[in-house]
């Protein structure tokens, strides 16, 4: 029988739906802007994910949601939103050139384990483990895409939070809000490395906390944004 904590990813799935909203709305504020574009499907793709883990818990183990889980939380997870980071802080061009090598990298690890055969014997009622692959070579991509994930994601966040505190400005907000974001997404992947040790249940706490700081940190950044933009209207009303 599931435990109480295999039941979070219900939440989760809820609250990557209700920030997928948010991250629509915003595009459709800003048409054609690639970072906030990247940011919708990383959210989209880590709601699909704790998606398939509820369906397990509510409805046992099916192949098909055991595939679904791993290529959108193993290989989807992070990747599509550190690709967002790479759209902000970089050039298209540049930022264009890795889209095309990490969706190739996706793609390839995608179909490895889309045909890779399943242990049945190894398969738990209600609880997922990418240990259940008969190639478990397949296992391999994953770490190398997560590696590009950390480094973009959380260490953008991080260098951006560097960068506001440099400036030594009265409000912080801007700083804390990649702080938040850099532990938000570090968590899953603490989850993650978890997870492959046969922890699902630690990986299913740090989704929920890792969205939600992630979520409180795009919304700290977004406030002072339009308060920036705000500020300066008046400025330039005072002076007409």
């Not at 906030?36 to 704790?50: C, E, F, K, N, S």
């Not at 055991?66 to 298209?92: C, E, H, N, R």
């Not at 409180?216 to 330039?236: A, C, D, F, L, P």
Request: contains cysteine; charged residues 10%; aromatic residues 12%.
């Amino acid at each position: 029988m599931p435990e109480p904590v295999h039941y979070l990813p219900i939440l989760t799935t809820v609250v990557a739906a209700c920030f997928s909203v948010v991250l629509y709305r915003h595009l459709r504020r800003k048409p054609g802007t690639l970072y906030i574009l990247w940011w919708l499907i990383g959210v989209a793709m880590y709601g699909v994910g704790t998606l398939t883990e509820s369906i397990t818990t509510l409805y046992g183990w099916n192949l098909i949601t055991f595939k679904a889980w791993y290529i959108s939380g193993a290989l989807l997870g992070g990747a599509p939103l550190a690709q967002g980071t790479v759209y902000l802080l970089m050039p298209d061009r540049r930022a264009h050139k890795l889209t095309a090598i990490l969706v190739s990298a996706i793609s390839i690890a995608a179909l490895f384990v889309i045909l890779s055969p399943v242990n049945l014997d190894l398969v738990e009622p209600h609880r997922l483990s990418g240990s259940v692959m008969t190639w478990s070579w397949v296992r391999m991509f994953s770490p190398f895409i997560n590696i590009y994930a950390f480094i973009f994601l959380v260490g953008g966040a991080i260098w951006s939070a560097w960068q506001y505190a440099r400036k030594n400005l009265s409000d912080r907000s801007r700083m804390w809000g990649n702080v938040f974001i850099a532990v938000g997404a570090l968590l899953p992947g603490i989850g993650g490395t978890s997870a492959r040790m046969g922890h699902v249940e630690v990986l299913y706490v740090t989704e929920l906390v890792g969205l939600l700081l992630i979520w409180w940190g795009y919304h700290v950044m977004t406030k002072t944004r339009v308060q920036s933009i705000h500020n300066k209207q008046r400025e330039v009303e005072g002076t007409a």
